[in-house]
């Protein structure tokens, strides 16, 4: 898929994740071969109202693009209105959250409250078309819920608005993150529309990547939860979509990766804020190590990159 200027041979894009997807790890996954990222989503409201927390999640580095920032709200005219601070972050493309779960999101008519209304759906993405040269994207789930699994009808009507493409999380609202997974609305989204579709859900190594290719048509995929203490899964993915064979760091080299993930967030948010932060990605490192509970234990309360540093020791030297 040719939609924005990636190298060959990546298969996986970072999805956008509030309180997740922040700066230091989109950097640490494009470096491992994240085809694209998006910025953790921000409230066109936010922006209009000056809100300083929402001018800096629309912040860019080099090291991360293409990387493309999230917007979320119910208006057109407010998606509008947005554009005049959003565009000097020189973001490669621009998303629409349509899918965001999330009751603080869809009371006040964002996120996947949207999916309830396409026509406002069109009129969104339209808003950001015409006043603006660059690719607008959308992200959509499944439908409200099992009554409403409208998917198909909203994405041939962004498509009709002038989107550029479309991520499909094949879930319900209502679902949230509870499975199962549907793959097969994502085949139905790629199969009504002719813009590149983004397949996300449940994608969480080189098999169930190479699932959701074969399943559904799509033309690249979006990793979500699966990326949690787990950076590396795009290297691990575009290995296994190249036939070739991947090697799964060793803990020391885990530990490393995790203290560099720390070390970013506490140069981009200062140490006082960053090591609160880094707190529950190093909680994600630990999966599938001996002693996980006591490590998790131990740095859930740290207080500096110091601590962990000395957290790290003891998890390589229990996890030879």
């Known amino acids: 898929m040719k939609i924005f200027p990636f190298q060959e041979n990546e298969y996986a894009s970072l999805a956008p994740m509030a309180g997740v997807a922040d700066r230091a790890f989109r950097e640490i996954c494009v470096a491992y071969g994240a085809a694209l990222c998006t910025c953790e989503m921000v409230s066109v409201k936010g922006i209009q109202y000056g809100d300083r927390k929402s001018h800096l999640l629309m912040a860019l580095a080099e090291a991360e693009r293409p990387a493309g920032i999230q917007l ?13 601070d959003v565009l000097p972050n020189h973001p490669d493309f621009l998303d629409v959250n349509m899918g965001c779960p999330a009751q603080k999101v869809v009371k006040n008519g964002g996120g996947s409250a949207l ?3 396409p026509d406002k759906c069109g009129k969104i993405v339209e808003a950001l078309v015409h006043n603006t040269d660059l690719p607008v994207t959308v992200k959509i789930r499944k439908g409200w819920d099992d009554t409403q699994t409208n998917a198909v009808q909203v994405a ?24 199962p997974v549907d793959l097969s609305i994502i085949r139905q989204v790629k199969q009504a529309v002719r813009i590149p579709v983004i397949g996300n859900g449940d994608v969480t190594d080189g098999a169930s990547a190479r699932k959701m290719y074969e399943e559904t048509g799509c033309d690249l995929i979006a990793v979500g939860r699966g990326a949690l203490g787990r950076p590396w899964v795009f290297a691990e993915i575009n290995a296994y979509m190249r036939g070739e064979v991947f090697q799964e760091p060793s803990t020391a080299e885990k530990a490393e990766i995790m203290l560099r993930h720390a070390a970013l967030i506490c140069r981009y948010k200062g140490e006082r804020i960053g090591i609160r932060e880094a707190r529950k990605h190093a909680i994600w490192y630990t999966k599938g190590l001996r002693g996980k509970a006591s490590l998790r234990n ?21 996890n030879p």
């Open 298 to 318: 131990a740095m859930a309360s740290i207080s500096s990159l110091e601590e962990l540093k000395q957290i790290a020791e003891r998890m390589v030297k229990d």
């Open 156 to 179: 041939k009507i962004c498509e009709e608005a002038g989107a550029f493409a479309i991520t499909v999380h094949g879930r319900t609202r209502a679902q949230m993150y509870a499975p």
């Open 72 to 84: 979320f709200g119910a208006s057109p005219e407010d998606f509008k209105q947005a554009l005049k």
């Open 115 to 117: 999916m309830k209304d």
